[in-house]
């Protein structure tokens, strides 16, 4: 199977990998929206499996792959829940980094220097998939989430988040995070490559899901925090879809 990884993009992301757990370092912007990033993937597999989040090991029994893990900031709150989480990144200098903070907080994470077509070239199956901040950085979108699909059991759920592509995304994801508050160094993200919600979602079709929900991750400059909302998709956004045949 053809790899639809793009080595300048994981060039991008390779030379940042020792910031992965510096919360004012080049991945702030990711650890500021990983809460709402959390309260999103949690509820929908909960939902999708019929699990109570109040309970502990509330996961426990499900297989979850972290597709573009990097330094494993979703991989060890899943771990936490109790699944069986396999972290895959193609940046192989991101797994010796999220390998040393999963001992450190004592978590057992199975991390690989991998890709999606080569996990389902192995036969790899999982209950969901975490794909955050990942398709836009893909050469070839529509086989990346081929490969996805193909790893997801039948009845499985894969959350996918990405940007929207129009001018306020230009002016938010790189005018703003890039050039004026400098959160990510220039050129991390390739405003030609964000991807519309309806895009999205027609991609996820063609590859073999079944899209189910979409919300946006909108931030709150006055509050300096993120929300969740049902309307507003213009930037950040993230999707669910399922597999059918469970």
Known sequence: MQSTIDPAEVAKFEAMAAEWWDPDGKFKPLHMLNPCRLDYITAQIASEFDRDLTKRGAFEGLRILDIGCGGGLLSEPMARLGATVVGADAAAGNIPVAQVHAEQMGLKIDYRHT??????????????????????????????????????????????????????????????????????????????????????????????????????????????????????????????SVKPGA
């Open 115 to 240: 890709s999606a077509e080569a996990l389902a070239a192995d036969g790899e199956q999982f209950d969901a998939i975490l794909n955050m901040e990942v398709v836009e950085h893909v050469a070839d979108p529509l086989g990346f989430l081929t490969a996805c699909q193909q790893l997801l059991k039948p009845g499985g759920i894969m959350t996918c988040s990405t940007l929207n592509r129009n001018p306020k995304s230009f002016l938010m994801a790189i005018i703003g995070a890039e050039h004026v508050m400098r959160w990510l160094p220039k050129g991390t993200h390739d405003w030609s490559k964000f991807i519309t919600p309806d895009e999205l979602f027609d991609l996820l079709r063609q590859a073999g899901l079944d899209p189910v929900d979409r919300k946006g991750f909108v931030f709150n400059p006055l509050g300096w925090s993120w929300s969740i909302s049902d309307r507003d998709l213009s930037v950040n956004y993230v999707t669910a």
